[in-house]
Structure formats: structure tokens, C-alpha cells
């Protein structure tokens, strides 16, 4: 990617990736105007970043993400906005990187989850964010925030070998 490019989409994916972060952290929910915005960001800078073979993989990559998005929401009961989330994600990843991405949602999956159980436990900290429902729903967890940070770190990764 070329480095103004990898700047463009970093700039581009950060804004969303908070919001998704912090609106799964607060309110156990991602609105779909968070993931409408990332999807139409990309739908926005593809046509002047990638040829058109490469804009098909990932609109392909996109459709493929949110179909196993869909099955996971229904058998396995993982959340909508999750599954919305990294199909809009997903045309952020170049052709050719999954592995790579699938890696860090792993790390960063138990990271999230580790130190989400731990901050949980710290009383001054449940004071200052008592009305967050990430805190208080049990077994749930909030898997917006380890997608946000799989996508910008993803893309923090890609400027960084951009230049």
C-alpha cells in the first residue's frame, strides 16, 4: 500500500474503531450507523485507492465475513453488531492478509477479555463507570473492543511498513 494510502485508511478507521469500542464498552451495543459509516468509507476511498480486481476481493471478502457473521449471530449467539462490525471491517484487510488478522483478533481477543475481567474487579474504577453495561452483564463480553483494536492496529501496522 502506498503511504499516503495507508495514512488515508488509518485516519479513515480510527474514528470507528473508538466509536465501536466505546459504544460496546458503555452500552453492549454497536449502532449500525458506526458500521454503515466504516462500510461507506471504504465504498467512498476504494474506487481511488485499489484497482478493480483488488475492490472485488475485498467487497467479496466483506460479503463472505458478514454470511459467517450471520451464522455465528444465529447458532453460536455472537452479537449482531460484532458480526456487522467485521464484515464492514473486513474490506479494510488486504487480499492476502487473514492470517495475519486473524492473529491479532487472537491475541488481542485475550488481552480484551483478561483485562476487561481485571479492571471489572478494581471498586474505583467501577465507581467512575458505573453505567457502563459492559460491567454488569455477566458472562457476556464486549467483542467490539478487541475488533476495533484488531482494525486499527491492523492499519497502525500498515503505515508503519508504509514507510
Known amino acids: 500500500m502506498e503511504p499516503v494510502w495507508a495514512l488515508v485508511f488509518l485516519a479513515v478507521v480510527t474514528p470507528f474503531a473508538v466509536l465501536c469500542a466505546a459504544y460496546d ?18 465504498l467512498a476511498l476504494c474506487a481511488f485507492a485499489f484497482s478493480p480486481p483488488e ?25 449482531g453488531g460484532d458480526a456487522k462490525f467485521a464484515a ?21 481477543s485475550l488481552i480484551a477479555v483478561f483485562g476487561h475481567r ?6 474505583a474504577l467501577r465507581d467512575i463507570t458505573r453505567n457502563w453495561a459492559s460491567f454488569s452483564t455477566g458472562r457476556k463480553f464486549p467483542f467490539g473492543l478487541p475488533l476495533a483494536a484488531t482494525l486499527l492496529g491492523y492499519h497502525l501496522l500498515q503505515a508503519y511498513r508504509a514507510f
Open 25 to 42: 464498552l458503555t452500552r453492549m451495543k454497536i449502532p449500525n450507523w458506526v458500521v454503515a459509516g466504516l462500510a461507506l468509507s471504504f
Open 55 to 79: 475492490i472485488g476481493l475485498r467487497l467479496v471478502q466483506a460479503a463472505v465475513m458478514f454470511v459467517l457473521g450471520f451464522l455465528l449471530n444465529t447458532y453460536l449467539g455472537v452479537g
Open 88 to 108: 464492514a471491517a473486513a474490506a479494510f484487510v488486504a487480499p492476502g492478509d487473514y492470517w495475519l488478522v486473524l492473529q491479532m483478533l487472537a491475541v488481542l
Open 118 to 123: 481485571q479492571l471489572g474487579r478494581v471498586e
